[in-house]
């Protein structure tokens, strides 16, 4: 199989160009990017769509905690909200003006708007929800309700037997 790849003022590799040599072919297998070609499909208003953060999920001792990384943001730029069981976590991020007398060789970073559900089990107590972005990094913890909270019950053993002493073997 020949791994074609096209450049602008550079002619396609084929087998036929790579020669024998194995490792030129490897070095152009690993040079592909397969995405580069969908590039100009995606328009301004595509790539403004593109700020969407992770989030960390888990259930910590009697609270779920969500965590996301929303660098540059301030807490009026972020939104939670619940309907019902559903935790949604909205926002935007600004696009920084860019200065007509400034050369920039890259613009990179991620903006624009951003919206993200989760469905909660039942027994959270939403009213106790609390919300932080501190650092960059926002936290959102909802407690579960006592009701719903693990009640252990400790398991004793069998009560020693009436006429014989515990630790000595039956006859």
């Not at 929303?70 to 935790?87: A, C, H, I």
């Not at 960059?136 to 579960?144: A, D």
Request: glycine fraction near 8%.
């Amino acid at each position: 199989m020949n791994v074609i790849r096209r450049h602008e003022n550079k002619p396609a590799l084929s087998g036929a160009s790579l020669g024998s040599n194995p490792w030129s072919l490897m070095r152009a297998m690993l040079e592909w990017d397969p995405f580069r070609e969908m590039v100009p499909m995606f328009s301004r208003s595509a790539r403004e769509a593109l700020f969407t953060p992770d989030f960390d999920v888990k259930e910590s001792g009697n609270a779920y905690v969500f965590k996301a990384d929303l660098p540059g943001m301030q807490e009026k730029d972020v939104d939670v909200s619940f309907t019902g069981n559903r935790l949604t976590v909205s926002g935007k991020r600004e696009e920084e003006r860019r200065e007509e007398k400034e050369r920039y060789y890259s613009f990179e970073r991620s903006y624009g708007t951003f919206s993200r559900s989760f469905t909660l089990p039942a027994g959270v107590d939403v009213e106790r929800a609390t919300a932080a972005l501190k650092h960059g990094v926002l936290t959102v913890t909802v407690p579960e309700t006592p009701e719903t909270q693990p009640w252990k019950i400790p398991v004793q053993g069998p009560a020693p037997a009436a006429g014989r002493e515990q630790g000595t073997k039956a006859p």
